[in-house]
């Protein structure tokens, strides 16, 4: 059986997102199949191993087949680390090195220069996750404002010959095949569905009237949009927000912006700011909806999947294939508009629900979550790439 190196980079003490989350989770999910087609193994360089254990206290760093790599400290740091990596691809004998991380430190791109240059007689297949829904459009605005730092990729992407692209995005697909950075276009796959903690995220046995907005605080995650939308309903028809409550969890640089919007319009005893937390499943399990505003695709947002297995119904901006999340009437809302009037009458829509009607919606999530967004159905997904990238 060939075997697969999964490698990623997580720093313990450091704030970590959806990627961190969710292929921890993946290899422990990978681990307990018995008819997967690969040995897929876990790569893993992080600075304290014992502390990021205790980060994911549901075990997901005791699954087997996990290899620590560690994070050096000295002049030879980024040599030290490249031969740390070289050498476990060696003596693990890898058939295919599947790449997670890319940082702002530009790691690991050292060995995959070597690797580049072994080629010929390594024959070691070598594909990249894109995890990042920004690559496209930074290249189209030519790394402008906040994209200046995405150009990292382009340059990865020119100096490294990748044999594929698992991606997040079907936007990445035709960039690749159009944008010129590619010199050999590399095979580019992207899934269908997903999955999250089924355990952990979970409906709880009393749900409360609570929606719930959470991600970045920044513009294109477009949180005013939906604080807007509130504003409106709460001075046309305050009647249908009674003993609601609405709380926007996370942190950003428009933090400031939302606070003083519920100020102004006098929203403070309807919505409420929290930081963003790790176990905030204790909060979701108890939420009626889950609110997504952000003006790119949806899929595969990793928070909206925990907000479904949760049972919540889901209102998202119709954009990209936020279908895969939301079937309309089913588990929530596709808005008619990509514009504050659209979302405002789509939590109209589900305000105004009989309680009947607005619990089979919710049961219907979690249906949606245990029957399509499955590890079974992301595993098989991306065996299928593997494979083609094998025997390409």
């Not at 307990?32 to 040995?39: A, D, M």
């Not at 906040?146 to 990445?172: C, M, N, P, S």
Request: include cysteine; proline fraction near 5%.
């Amino acid at each position: 059986m060939k075997k697969i190196a999964l490698y990623q980079q997580i720093l313990a003490g450091r704030p970590t997102r959806g990627p961190h989350v969710f292929f921890p989770l993946f290899n422990a999910e990978y681990q307990k199949l018995s008819n997967t087609k690969f040995q897929a193994y876990y790569l893993l360089k992080t600075n304290d191993p014992i502390a990021l254990r205790k980060q994911y206290v549901q075990g997901e760093l005791d699954a087997p087949h996990i290899i620590f790599l560690n994070e050096r400290h000295h002049r030879f740091k980024k040599l030290h680390e490249t031969l740390d990596l070289l050498l476990v691809l060696l003596r693990y004998r890898f058939s295919l090195l599947h790449v997670i991380s890319y940082n702002s430190d530009l790691e690991p791109l050292q060995a995959l220069k070597v690797l580049e240059f072994l080629k010929p007689i390594w024959r070691l297949k070598k594909t990249f996750a894109i995890t990042y829904n920004g690559i496209p459009t930074a290249f189209r605005l030519n790394y402008a404002g906040h994209h200046k730092e995405d150009i990292k990729y382009e340059q990865l992407f020119r100096r490294i010959a990748f044999d594929g692209i698992y991606t997040w995005f079907t936007d990445v697909e035709e960039w690749v095949q159009t944008s010129g950075v590619f010199s050999k276009k590399p095979l580019v796959r992207t899934p269908t569905s997903r999955f999250c903690d089924m355990e952990k995220f979970f409906p709880a046995t009393h749900k409360e009237k609570i929606m719930v907005w959470a991600g970045a605080f920044v513009e294109y995650k477009r949180p005013l949009m939906f604080l807007e939308a509130l504003h409106h309903i709460h001075t046309e028809q305050p009647e249908i927000l009674d003993d609601w409550k609405v709380i926007f969890i996370g942190t950003g640089a428009m933090e400031g912006t939302i606070a003083s919007f519920i100020a102004k319009h006098d929203l403070g005893h309807l919505v409420s700011i929290r930081p963003a937390e790790k176990d905030y499943f204790h909060l979701i399990n108890t939420t009626m909806l889950h609110v997504s505003t952000q003006s790119i695709d949806h899929f595969p947002n990793l928070v909206i999947n925990e907000a479904m297995a949760s049972g919540c119904a889901v209102i998202a901006t119709n954009i990209g294939r936020a279908h895969l999340f939301v079937k309309h009437l089913y588990n929530g809302y596709l808005t008619p508009s990509d514009d504050e009037p659209g979302l405002r009458e789509s939590l109209k829509a589900f305000l105004t629900l009989s309680d009947s009607d607005r619990s089979q919606m919710l049961r219907n999530s979690r249906t949606f979550a245990e029957t399509e967004h499955t590890p079974a159905n992301f595993i098989r997904s991306i065996e299928q790439f593997w494979a083609e990238v094998m025997n390409a």
